[in-house]
């Protein structure tokens, strides 16, 4: 999970060719549901839990508790919420026949730097400024468009826009309904 993360980071292009051989051979999503989704949020959870530990004088648990079911609703509420908004309008506007698994891999993997940020954020909340490295997911996306989804070079552009564009705001969408719901977070 860690060096396909780095890889995601470091050198997207690359590491998106390995995944496009690779995601031709899974018959389903549960290699990457265990090895790399369910990981990832499950870090995200422990730091945030962490994060309000280590940051805050008056430690409650109930308080941390509930940051660490608003992380974990938000990432994997925004994951499914990209995926399923790519399935739907991926072939319709971008000529696409790829399948809710394959969009689902590629939602999972083109958030890399979302669930990197989203860990550094929760532990440093001091350090906000971070979060523009989110903007990195355009980028991730549109190799990925390239080598794994493999749009066709007249809608490359307007597909990476898209996708980033609800890759990036999917999650934010959820935490803005989870502020609502849980006030006071």
């Known amino acids: 999970m860690y060096s396909l993360l780095f890889g995601l980071i470091a050198a997207p292009a690359k590491t998106w060719e390995a ?5 031709k051979q899974e018959p389903n999503n549960e290699p990457f549901y265990k090895s790399y989704l369910y990981p990832l949020i499950g870090i995200i959870a422990l730091m945030s839990f962490f994060g309000v530990w280590i940051g805050s004088k008056d430690f409650q648990i109930q308080t941390a508790l509930k940051i660490v079911i608003k992380e974990t609703i938000t990432y994997f509420g925004g994951f499914y919420l990209a995926a399923n908004g790519l399935f739907r309008l991926s072939g319709k506007y971008f000529g696409l026949t790829a399948n809710l698994q394959s969009l689902e891999r590629f939602t999972g993997y083109s958030s890399a730097a979302i669930y990197v940020v989203a860990c550094v954020n929760a532990l440093f909340q001091s350090l906000f400024y971070i979060q523009i490295f ?3 997911t355009v980028y991730i ?3 990925g468009s390239r080598f794994y989804m493999v749009v066709k070079e007249n809608y490359l552009t307007k597909f990476t826009i898209f996708a980033s564009a609800i890759v990036i705001l999917s999650p934010i969408v959820i935490r803005i309904i989870m502020t609502l719901v849980m006030p006071g977070l």
């Not at 995944?19 to 995601?23: R, S, T």
């Open 19 to 23: 995944l496009a051989v690779a995601g």
């Open 134 to 136: 989110i903007l990195y």
């Open 141 to 143: 996306v549109w190799h």
